[in-house]
């Protein structure tokens, strides 16, 4: 699915994603925790990322026809989100979050990069 509408609201740190009258706003943080990155995605073990929660949008580049290049202010910039693959994060975004609440929890992590979990 291609997008009909894309904008990024830097205030917000938001990306908005439209296909035809329905549109999505995705935050930088969960965009970047479900980057499609060799990073991220750890080669078939991924990597949970946590402390990405004021993670910003730097910028948006195209990937050729198929693609969005996004570039977060962490330096992160490896992840090329194809049209469908965002599709998916945008109509999935509940129950993609909630899962990876959950693996936070499970880990003992912490959205908050300033958060150090102690589990005793």
Aim: proline share 4%; charged share 25%.
């Amino acid at each position: 699915m291609l997008p009909s509408k894309i904008k990024l609201h830097k205030a917000s740190r938001e990306l908005e994603l439209c296909y035809g009258e329905q549109c999505y706003r995705l935050s930088a943080e969960f965009l970047r925790v479900h980057s499609p990155s060799a990073e991220v995605r750890g080669h078939g073990r991924p990597v949970l990322q946590h402390g990405k929660q004021h993670v910003a949008l730097v910028s948006l580049e195209p990937a050729g026809q198929y693609a969005l290049k996004l570039v977060f202010d962490d330096g992160h910039d490896s992840g090329l989100y194809s049209w469908d693959y965002l599709y998916h994060l945008a109509t999935q975004r509940e129950q993609l979050w909630a899962r990876y609440l959950e693996q936070l929890r499970d880990a003992g992590q912490s959205r908050d990069p300033h958060t150090t979990i102690v589990r005793l």
